[in-house]
């Protein structure tokens, strides 16, 4: 199963004199949007513009196979999820150096028009690391050297590969891991994160599995997992998988966006013309419709809540600043960037444009657009699908900027 490191030579490091070991302080990024799923780091003392040919690049690797798979950072070690031939593997490297440290297979390649490989990120919980292949493989492995404890398929729950493949990155709550293998026997399971055995399934949601993660939140003091599917958003227990409240959402063809929960409120968004929703959870889990518009039509690069606003890109809008609670639009901007994912960190967004692989810090003001600096990620992947763009989105951990182009992956110091 290892695959032998004589073919992950640590192919084109640059700047290795730059390269900087994580200390004990440094922040880490856990897994999919970071320690608490909300793309928004904690990280304070970070550059508030960047040169004008962008910040120091640190290294650049060429291991981390083919793929949309983001980067998830504990202990100075950067996981993610990569392809090479027929199979999927999960990977470490040095964060630092962006050395290969360890590969292993952990399935078969999902095969897909817009590129092929696994699109979900790792989540790593003290000396294991847990990530779901393409195909819809859920392996955990040791964080040492990649030696896989237990496996599962998401077919054993019924569940069938989705049509650009099992794009979640599962969840760690607790002592247990949560995914969607969806279907009829159950949309969400929970399975022992030390064993892999199922502890329940919630068969009162059989929505199929679209592309969207799981949150974890505690409304009135109700653990509950909150789950986007395609026509519903809905919360399930999390001690037993029953179903606590359900809501209709007008999703079509792909509904890919993280949930965000703040203060009892639920926002929802959708590519494809959908539209985005706030909901409260109020007293017994009764949810009350706050609004529901198609202002943000954020279709998969995310968008992210700072104080009172959300910025993300909307089909049709731009680059958007948007109420929280209101609904309403406060600035848009199409002109100066293209469609891409965000990413925020002391006070400034991190916007990434699909396209062209452009870089550019902004404000997370509601002032407007104030751009702070911009740059090209060089090289680019030769390999990448002509369907596919610059997807995974950008990543901070302990004052580094950490992107990914399928085989590529980059690292920029961004202290200040």
């Known amino acids: 199963m ?22 004990t302080g440094a ?44 980067p998830a950072i504990v202990d100075g070690k950067l996981y993610t999820l990569g392809a090479r031939d027929k199979s999927e593997l999960l990977i470490a490297v040095d964060a630092g150096s962006g050395k290969l440290l360890w590969s292993v297979e952990v399935g078969d390649l999902l095969t897909n028009g817009w590129g092929d490989g696994p699109r979900g990120t790792p989540s790593v919980d003290g000396d294991r690391v847990y990530a779901l292949t393409g195909r819809g493989t859920l392996v955990c492995a040791d964080v040492k050297d990649g030696r896989v404890v237990w496996k599962r398929a998401m077919d054993e729950f019924g569940g069938k590969v989705p049509g650009w493949g099992y794009t979640e990155s599962v969840l760690i709550d607790g002592d247990h891991v949560v995914c969607t293998p969806g279907g009829s026997k159950g949309t969400l399971i929970s399975l022992n994160k030390a064993t892999g055995e199922l502890v329940w399934q919630s068969k009162d949601l059989t929505e199929d599995a679209h592309y969207s993660s799981i949150i974890v939140a505690e409304p009135n003091g109700t653990r509950q997992y909150i789950k986007h599917t395609e ?12 179903l606590l409240w359900t809501t209709d959402f007008p999703g079509r063809t792909a509904v890919i966006p993280t949930p965000i929960f703040q203060d009892g409120y639920v926002y929802v968004t959708a590519g494809y ?13 009764k949810v009350e419709e706050v609004y529901n518009n198609r202002l943000m039509k954020n279709h998969h690069g995310g968008v992210v809540l700072v104080g009172d606003h959300l910025y993300g890109y ?16 406060v600035w848009s901007e ?38 702070k600096g911009r740059f090209l990620l060089e090289p680019q992947s030769k390999n990448r699908s002509s369907r596919g763009k610059v997807w995974t989105h950008p990543v901070i951990s302990g004052g580094k900027l950490y992107l990914r182009d399928q085989e590529h992956l980059y690292c920029y110091d961004i202290s200040g």
């Not at 731009?318 to 639009?329: A, H, R, S, V």
């Not at 990413?343 to 003001?365: I, K, Q």
């Open 27 to 70: 922040a880490d990024w856990p897994g999919w949007r970071g320690p608490d799923r909300a793309d928004v780091s904690h990280e304070t003392g970070l550059l508030k513009s960047w040169p004008a040919d962008g910040p120091r690049q640190l290294w650049v690797s060429q291991d981390a196979g083919l793929g949309y798979s983001g």
């Open 334 to 371: 199409r002109k100066k960037l293209g469609k891409g994912a965000v990413t925020c960190a002391d006070g400034m967004l991190y916007c990434l444009d699909e396209e062209t692989g452009a870089v550019v810090l902004v404000e997370a003001s509601p002032k407007g657009w104030n751009e």
């Open 314 to 329: 909307s089909d049709g809008v731009g680059w958007l600043c948007q109420d929280f609670k209101t609904g309403e639009e």
């Open 231 to 242: 026509k519903k958003v809905s919360g399930v227990s999390a001690a037993d998988g029953s």
């Open 273 to 285: 013309g959908a539209g985005c929703k706030l909901l409260k959870i109020g007293a017994g889990n």
């Open 2 to 23: 290892q695959t032998s490191m004589s073919r992950w030579v640590g192919t084109a490091v640059l700047g290795a004199s730059f390269c900087i070991q994580f200390g």
